[in-house]
């Protein structure tokens, strides 16, 4: 797993306009709030992505992009942010590549059933590129809330 202080993985991966997002597009210009979450128009995700949209114009007021990530394609990720109006960029990490830098991919265990999946996390990246923060197994209610007082610190 990743901790605070290392250098960021890098990664180049599809947005939902299917737009290659590079980490380095943001280097030396703007903090870098990377979410993973399981899966579009679910619950928890849901509640995460509405409450870092609800926080947008603060976000941007303290020079950083919030990126969200899951498995899930380009369209999924144009429909689930059409349907909340959801003002995040969603990528798109369908191979499962970024999910591996971050070691967010898994085995968890629901109902007795083990399985692979994501783990709700997140990483707080600065414009150096250097993790400030990494966080696993996140609680989506409340999490964009610290997480724009983590990047308010900055």
């Given at each position: 797993?990743?901790?605070?202080?290392?250098?960021?993985?890098?990664?180049?991966?599809?947005?939902?306009?299917?737009e290659i997002?590079?980490?380095?597009?943001?280097?030396?210009?703007?903090?870098?709030?990377?979410?993973?979450?399981?899966k579009d128009?679910?619950p928890?995700?849901?509640?995460?992505?509405?409450?870092?949209?609800?926080?947008?114009?603060?976000?941007?007021?303290?020079?950083?992009?919030?990126?969200?990530v899951?498995?899930?394609?380009?369209?999924?990720h144009?429909?689930?942010?059409?349907?909340?109006g959801l003002?995040?960029?969603?990528?798109?990490?369908?191979?499962?590549?970024?999910?591996d830098?971050?070691?967010?991919?898994?085995?968890?265990?629901?109902?007795?059933?083990?399985?692979?999946?994501?783990?709700?996390?997140?990483?707080?990246?600065?414009?150096?590129?250097?993790?400030?923060?990494?966080?696993?197994?996140?609680?989506?209610?409340?999490?964009?809330?610290?997480?724009?007082?983590?990047?308010?610190?900055?």
């Open positions: 797993m990743l901790e605070k202080n290392q250098t960021a993985p890098v990664f180049s991966t599809p947005n939902q306009h299917d997002v590079n980490l380095t597009d943001y280097l030396g210009k703007k903090n870098v709030v990377l979410y993973f979450y399981p128009d679910t928890g995700c849901t509640i995460e992505a509405n409450q870092f949209t609800a926080l947008a114009s603060e976000f941007a007021e303290a020079d950083t992009v919030v990126l969200g899951s498995k899930d394609s380009c369209q999924s144009q429909a689930f942010i059409d349907k909340f003002r995040v960029e969603l990528l798109a990490d369908i191979e499962g590549k970024l999910c830098a971050y070691a967010v991919w898994q085995e968890k265990e629901k109902n007795g059933v083990k399985k692979m999946g994501i783990v709700r996390s997140t990483f707080v990246i600065d414009k150096q590129g250097v993790l400030v923060e990494a966080i696993y197994g996140v609680d989506p209610d409340g999490h964009a809330q610290k997480m724009l007082e983590t990047v308010k610190a900055l």
